[in-house]
Each structure stands twice: as structure tokens, then as C-alpha cells.
């Protein structure tokens, strides 16, 4: 039997928690905006960026110039949505392997979480070591997915640091392809003849109790 203390709770009830305002769904990527905490699903709030530097809710200026270099993913508000909503984590896992296969591309593999020093105070950005080399010669059909994995390898990154790569003020998505990129920024995007891009690393330490 429940204790006094306990309760089903309808999911109805939680819903309004768990909503992206801009889509009406549920959340995929949980992704909150650090000035005003307000939360949207990342593609959502990406797009919404691409035309606007304030919060689709509270109508905040997020940045004046860049607006994408404050949000970070929720993984916690994330977890708990998969865990009240049923089946949505696995259908979101099969869109993105059929939008990956669909096009001939390798499915990317969740990162396995790693133990990380136990460390105080707020989230920091850490600016990423500089690479020998200041540019790679790789396939326009390469994916920002890809470019992570080669920044992971080639600084040895744990697991649990979230890498962002940016290019002029856009956030990029796992699953843009370099040839995208430089054909939707345009000639903003590019120096030399090279496609710029830029990274910054987030480091989250653990919560000491």
C-alpha cells in the first residue's frame, strides 16, 4: 500500500513542466537559456536564434551579437522526461538512426559516462587547448558530429564535457554537414577560402553532498 505521504501523480499534472513552448511537444535535447532559465527543445530554440537574440518566453535580450553562447543542454530535465513519458526516448533513438541511415551516415554512439574530479562551484567554459594544426582537410559531407569525435580524440576529452561548436553565431548541430553549413552562413562563414569554425568546451562539476 502507499504511505500517507504518497501519491500517483497524473502526467497531465506535469505536462506544462515538460513542454517546449515553441513546438507544443515534449522536450527533446532540453536545452535552457542561462540568463532567464526559461527551457526549449535545442532545434527550437537554435531556429528561433537564427532571426532573434531574445527568449521566445520572457523576452529577455539573451546577447546582444550571440545569443547561442548562452544555453546549455539540461541532461537531468531530459532524463526526467524520458522517464515520464513512455516510449518517447525510444522513438526520438529511431529517428535519428533513420535519419542518419537514410543518408548513408554512421550512427553516432551515446558517450558512456565517465567518473569525473569532484570539483565546486558553477559550470565553466574552458576554451579548448590550441591544435598543431590550424585547419583539417575533410569531406563536405562530414558531419559536425564527425568534427567533435576529432576534437575528442585529439585532446583526450572525457566522456562528460559537452563540446559546442559554433560558427559566426550559429550553434551547429550534431548532424550538419560541413557543405550545409557554408552554403546556409555564407560568406560570413568562411576565411582564406577555409570554413571557420570555433569550439568551446563545458565542464560541469559533480555535486558534492
Sequence with gaps: TLSKRARMINLAELT??????????????????????????????????????????????????????NIRLDRQLQDIVYKLVVNLEEREKKQMHDFYKERGLEVPKPAVPQPVPVSRGRPRKVLGSPLEKKFVRVSGEATIGHVEKFLRRKMDLDPTC?????????????????????????????????????YGLVVSPLTVT
Design 16 to 69: 506544462p513542466y515538460i513542454l517546449c513552448s515553441i513546438c507544443k511537444g515534449y522536450f527533446i535535447d532540453a536545452t535552457t537559456i542561462t540568463e532567464c532559465l526559461h527551457t526549449f527543445c535545442k532545434s527550437c530554440i537554435v531556429r528561433h536564434f537564427y532571426y532573434s537574440n531574445r527568449c521566445p518566453k520572457c523576452n529577455i535580450v539573451v546577447h546582444q551579437t550571440q545569443p547561442l553562447y
Design 162 to 198: 559537452q563540446v559546442d561548436i559554433i560558427c559566426g553565431d550559429h550553434l551547429l548541430e550534431h548532424y550538419q554537414t560541413l557543405r550545409e553549413i557554408r552554403q546556409a552562413i555564407g560568406e560570413s562563414a568562411v576565411q582564406d577560402g577555409l570554413l571557420v569554425l570555433h
